[in-house]
């Protein structure tokens, strides 16, 4: 496999890795998903690791009750009040996994050439020669000379969740949930009966559905999942069960790859695990964070990291310095070309006016891409070619009703782009159409270029790439800015 693509043209100067990274107000274009729990909950640190680039907050069910949970989500909620940074709320669900139930809060060890009971009796404590789990039938589903692999995960909870779908009908409703995780998914069919299934639940009928690819039943079926999915979890952790080690990389490039031609978001797990209890990650964490970007993936997912780790923010801030280094020598022209040619002609009308808009701000080296959108799909699409600058993604909202009352869409369009590569959204006054059929919609767009200086992305003198529909038509233009 040739590496070569993975860099910029230009040969990297030795000397430029000495120098310092420069700080800037989005610290990467990857996302970062962090998972909420006992260390990182309180409205303090909820904030710190949005300042520090999270966009997409993680909840676990495996452990804790629902008003645990919600008092997490209320904190969330008042972090993202004051610190003025959206936040998407993603909830991962159970799958078929057991566990062993672990009420003394304190770890397991286990001793080689022992012999350890397992039992469906929750309320016995667990030890390393009794370990309860939470399923009662294990003695008829195994027979005598079957290995049963024990995880550390399965007792931190620091990979896989359990919450089954049914929680959603109380917590999710409740609280208008993004995205949701659906663990174990095998099949597209999962897919769809978890999407018939959200939407007989009111709001939840726009919640995206991303399939965590877990085992090889979901490696052989991807294609169909990834048609089905709005996004897909690489589960890197229960694949590293399935799969032989050595096998896992050429699943997450190719996997990768797919998503990327697809332009559905892809999330990488199990990243930098030495951080739940030190500052600094590996070498080879810190490689491995690399090369996920290297790769395509849109956001990297933080467990254990974040959830019980000693040094959340620390880890989100050190992630997404890495990620931002990453980006720099990605070879944005060859991915370019590969995904045009992917596509392949006649293109889409929007698929067409998303590349061009991309081609452009490369050419006259823009500071930032501008789109008006409603649905998010233009700014998706512009996001899928990879441009080497942000994307302020402007949604309008739209007005709609239930014939019983009327609301305004767009939130959960602007806050599920937070797990979108490259694309920063911002929520635009509803007065202001999407589409214009005057020319141009001058004060929205003031309000976006304001929100791109006061960022410090766009500064005077640059050039920004606006993206807009004038009537029926859509429209790419280069705007170069005065004083």
């Not at 299934?197 to 690819?213: D, H, P, Y």
């Not at 990243?271 to 849109?298: F, H, I, K, W, Y």
């Not at 791109?452 to 705007?479: F, N």
Request: hydrophobic fraction near 40%; proline fraction near 5%.
């Amino acid at each position: 496999m040739n590496s070569n693509h993975l860099l910029l043209e230009e040969p990297i100067r030795m000397a430029s890795i000495l120098e310092p990274s420069k700080p800037s107000f989005f610290p990467a274009m990857t996302k970062i998903v962090g998972t909420l729990g006992p260390k990182s909950r309180s409205v303090e640190i909820i904030s710190d690791c949005l300042k520090a680039g999270m966009s997409v907050a993680r909840f676990d069910f495996s452990w804790g009750d629902i008003e645990f949970h919600q008092e997490t989500l209320e904190n969330l909620k008042t972090a993202v009040k004051s610190t003025r940074k959206l936040c998407a709320i993603m909830l991962d669900t159970g799958g078929p996994e057991l566990q062993v139930v672990n009420k003394t809060e304190h770890p397991i060890s286990l001793e080689a050439d022992t012999k350890v009971i397992l039992t469906p009796d929750q309320d016995k404590p667990a030890t390393s020669n009794l370990l309860p789990i939470n399923y009662h039938g294990l003695s008829k589903a195994v027979k005598k000379g079957d290995t049963i692999f024990i995880g550390q995960y399965l007792f931190t909870g620091n990979e896989t969740t359990s919450v089954w779908l049914e929680v959603i009908s109380t917590w999710g409703v409740r609280n208008n949930i993004d995205i949701l995780s659906l663990s174990y998914t095998r099949h597209a069919e999962d897919i769809r009966h978890a999407r018939c299934f959200l939407s007989k639940l009111g709001e939840l009928n726009q919640t995206q559905i991303f399939a965590k690819i877990e085992n090889i039943e979901g490696l052989t079926h991807f294609d169909e999942i990834l048609q089905e999915a709005d996004g897909i979890i690489f589960s890197r952790g229960n694949l590293g069960i399935d799969l032989p080690p050595e096998k896992v990389f050429l699943f997450q490039k190719a996997a990768l790859y797919k998503c990327n031609m697809m332009g559905k978001p892809a999330v990488v797990t199990r990243v930098v695990d030495s951080m739940t209890d030190n500052l600094r990650p590996t070498r080879a964490e810190a490689t491995d964070v690399a090369n996920a970007v290297l790769d395509g993936s849109d956001a990297i997912l933080l467990g254990a990291e974040t959830l019980r780790g000693l040094y959340p923010v620390e880890t989100v801030s050190t992630v997404g310095k890495i990620c931002a280094e990453a980006e720099k020598v990605f070879n944005q022209d060859l991915y370019f070309k590969k995904t045009v040619k992917n596509v392949g002609e006649p293109m889409s009308h929007l698929e067409s006016i998303a590349s061009s808009a991309v081609r452009a701000a490369i050419k006259v080296k823009a500071s930032a891409i501008i789109c008006f959108t409603s649905s998010g799909r233009a700014c998706r699409l512009i996001a899928k070619y990879r441009p080497t600058m942000p994307v302020i993604s402007v949604v309008i909202p739209r007005l709609k009703t239930n014939q019983l009352r009327w609301t305004f869409s767009g939130a959960f369009e602007a806050r599920q782009s937070l797990i979108v590569r490259g694309l920063f959204p911002m929520l635009a006054d509803p007065r202001h159409p999407a589409e214009s059929k005057s020319g141009s919609n001058e004060s929205v767009l003031k309000v976006a270029l304001d929100h791109g200086k006061a960022s410090g992305v766009i500064k005077p003198h640059d050039r920004v790439v606006v993206c807009q529909k004038l009537g029926d038509a859509s429209v790419v233009k280069i705007l170069e800015l005065e004083d």
